[in-house]
């Protein structure tokens, strides 16, 4: 059984929605309408707490309450998820995506958040607790290098 997927980046962030909750893409402004054309364009980045897109250059319309007319930045395409690998999200990460991230999958080795199309017309809010990094105060003189897949 097949779960196909509408692939996206937005503000440098790579997500993922089930294709049955999108209703159309089109590009901003193109000689083709959205069927919604009422809605204000809403850019993703800002709505799920990054920074204003700068190339916004197409339009997901959303089937979710209140539908959602989203600015990102590109779309990869549509792909069954159903034989991807879908990894758990980290315990410090749940908290600050939960509202609107329902898992993760990877597409050609690359990590893309699975929204929630019932909840993500909501975003994440000001409030979110978002986690923190804390940087040190000085470089240390040795490290430990990982390395995986060949990338350092």
Same mark, same amino acid.
């Given at each position: 059984?097949?779960?196909?997927?509408?692939?996206?980046?937005? *503000?440098?962030?790579?997500?993922?929605?089930?294709?049955?909750?999108?209703?159309?893409?089109?590009?901003?402004?193109?000689?083709?309408?959205?069927?919604?054309?009422?809605?204000?364009?809403?850019?993703?980045?800002?709505? &799920?707490?990054?920074?204003?897109?700068? @190339?916004?250059?197409?339009? &997901?319309?959303?089937?979710?309450?209140?539908?959602?007319?989203?600015?990102?930045?590109?779309?990869?395409?549509?792909?069954?998820?159903?034989?991807?690998?879908?990894?758990?999200?980290?315990?410090?990460?749940?908290?600050?995506?939960?509202?609107?991230?329902?898992?993760?999958?990877?597409?050609?080795?690359?990590?893309?958040?699975?929204?929630?199309?019932?909840?993500?017309?909501? *975003? &994440?809010?000001?409030?979110?607790?978002?986690?923190?990094?804390?940087?040190?105060?000085?470089?240390?003189?040795?490290?430990?290098?990982?390395?995986?897949?060949? @990338?350092?």
């Amino acid at each position: 059984m097949s779960r196909l997927c509408v692939f996206f980046e937005a *503000g440098g962030v790579r997500y993922a929605v089930e294709a049955l909750s999108v209703l159309e893409v089109a590009r901003p402004g193109g000689a083709k309408e959205l069927s919604a054309a009422h809605l204000d364009a809403v850019d993703l980045s800002v709505l &799920l707490g990054g920074s204003p897109q700068a @190339q916004a250059s197409t339009l &997901l319309l959303m089937d979710t309450n209140p539908s959602l007319a989203a600015k990102v930045t590109a779309v990869a395409g549509v792909y069954d998820a159903q034989p991807l690998e879908q990894p758990h999200l980290a315990r410090r990460l749940a908290p600050w995506l939960s509202p609107v991230v329902r898992g993760a999958i990877v597409l050609e080795r690359r990590l893309h958040f699975e929204l929630d199309p019932s909840t993500v017309q909501r *975003g &994440l809010g000001a409030q979110a607790a978002r986690p923190s990094v804390v940087a040190p105060a000085a470089t240390p003189a040795q490290a430990l290098v990982f390395e995986s897949g060949g @990338q350092s």
